[in-house]
């Protein structure tokens, strides 16, 4: 694999990721509810959902893909549950002033991560780039197990300087909201944000 291959790889992925759909909804809808640590282990979900695909595409599985219906839309709606559920959380009781240390000395790293993992698997945007724009920019027939790793790596860095701006930028306006008031504005905006990435999740094709 050629150094200009990469290159092109990764700047298609990282426009592609730049551009607000409903992993980066997510993600700041996270953000602005539980702070940069649980969004952190949500972006490395949303990380590893990207490497899933370009696994699949590398081992040959674009064919199975065509299969791949049924395990899809279950992916899909999980995600989708999920996101509602969080949405419904935030709107009918969210956080407040007392509830926000709580909240990071439980954790919650887990729940997030699988959040994040779960958005991008059920995101066909994510799996058109990786089995459809993908094998275009790279030859995939003479790509080697270093090829793979440098991908992978590529894809990782890229994705995380994309993402991580997001949600400091999201986090850090959490903490200046401290307010009653304030807290109830981002309570309701966190579930709408929330409510909005399950919806684009739901009526994607």
Same mark, same amino acid.
């Given at each position: 694999?050629?150094?200009?291959?990469?290159?092109?790889?990764?700047?298609?992925?990282?426009?592609?990721?730049?551009?607000? $759909?409903?992993?980066?909804?997510?993600?700041?809808?996270?953000?602005?509810?539980? $702070?940069?640590?649980?969004? #952190?282990?949500?972006?490395?979900?949303?990380?590893?959902? %990207?490497?899933?695909?370009?696994?699949?595409?590398?081992?040959?599985?674009?064919?199975?893909?065509?299969?791949?219906?049924?395990?899809? #839309?279950?992916?899909?709606?999980? $995600?989708?549950?999920?996101?509602?559920?969080?949405?419904?959380? +935030?709107?009918?009781?969210?956080?407040?002033?007392?509830?926000?240390?709580?909240?990071?000395?439980?954790?919650?790293?887990?729940?997030? +991560?699988?959040?994040?993992?779960?958005?991008?698997?059920?995101?066909? !945007?994510?799996?058109?780039?990786?089995?459809?724009?993908?094998?275009?920019?790279? %030859?995939?027939?003479?790509?080697?197990?270093? %090829?793979?790793?440098?991908?992978?790596?590529?894809?990782?860095?890229?994705?995380?300087?994309?993402?991580?701006?997001?949600?400091?930028?999201?986090?850090?306006?959490?903490?200046?909201?401290?307010?009653?008031?304030?807290? !109830?504005?981002?309570?309701?905006?966190?579930?709408?944000?929330?409510?909005?990435?399950?919806?684009?999740?739901?009526?994607?094709?």
């Amino acid at each position: 694999m050629t150094l200009a291959g990469l290159i092109t790889y990764g700047g298609a992925l990282a426009v592609a990721a730049a551009i607000p $759909g409903p992993g980066v909804t997510a993600l700041v809808a996270r953000a602005l509810g539980s $702070g940069f640590r649980s969004s #952190l282990f949500m972006a490395f979900g949303l990380v590893l959902g %990207d490497l899933t695909y370009l696994t699949a595409v590398v081992l040959g599985l674009a064919l199975v893909a065509q299969t791949f219906g049924t395990v899809f #839309l279950i992916v899909k709606w999980l $995600g989708v549950a999920y996101l509602a559920w969080l949405a419904w959380t +935030f709107w009918t009781s969210g956080i407040s002033a007392e509830k926000i240390e709580a909240r990071r000395g439980k954790g919650g790293a887990f729940s997030s +991560f699988m959040a994040g993992l779960l958005v991008t698997l059920g995101n066909p !945007k994510t799996m058109i780039f990786y089995l459809a724009l993908a094998p275009t920019l790279v %030859d995939l027939r003479s790509l080697t197990f270093l %090829d793979y790793g440098m991908l992978a790596l590529c894809t990782v860095v890229v994705l995380l300087i994309v993402l991580v701006p997001y949600l400091a930028l999201a986090a850090k306006a959490r903490l200046l909201l401290q307010a009653p008031r304030a807290l !109830k504005a981002l309570n309701k905006t966190a579930a709408a944000f929330m409510a909005g990435a399950a919806a684009a999740i739901a009526v994607r094709h």
